[in-house]
């Protein structure tokens, strides 16, 4: 009877565990998709990929499983924002980026593309 009660106990623990988890890996994966695509916006940006920065960012978005919810570039600073939903929990990651030294101030005089 106890073996019983204790394979239960341990049964229903996993049970309630396991959606936790699932999230913790969503938000994970979210994180991840925003870097990337702020990365893909940014070399879009300055030109070293082909396409225009948001376009280029939903793209590699939507290829890591989120959902491109903001955009917004300023300069050669590219800044995204991605959601992701999974079972009843939203992950939602924003990210920046750019060349290096950019992010560092609020002031992107440096940032700026050659004319």
């Known amino acids: 009877m106890i073996a019983i009660a204790?394979?239960?106990a341990v049964i229903t623990l996993t049970a309630l565990a396991v959606p936790l988890?699932?999230?913790l890996v969503a938000k994970s994966v979210v994180h991840g998709a925003a870097d990337a695509a702020?990365?893909?916006a940014a070399d879009a940006r300055s030109g070293a990929v082909a396409g225009y920065p948001c376009t280029v960012a939903a793209a590699v978005a939507a290829?890591?499983?989120a959902e491109l919810v903001g955009c917004t570039?300023?300069?050669?600073?590219a800044t995204v924002t991605v959601h992701r939903q999974?079972?009843?929990f939203d992950a939602v990651a924003t990210a920046t980026a750019g060349p290096p030294g950019c992010l560092r101030t609020t002031e992107f005089q440096d940032c700026a593309l050659p004319e």
């Open 6 to 8: 204790l394979i239960a």
């Open 86 to 88: 999974i079972l009843a």
């Open 63 to 65: 290829a890591n499983g």
């Open 38 to 40: 702020a990365l893909a």
């Open 21 to 23: 988890y699932l999230a």
């Open 73 to 77: 570039v300023d300069g050669l600073v």
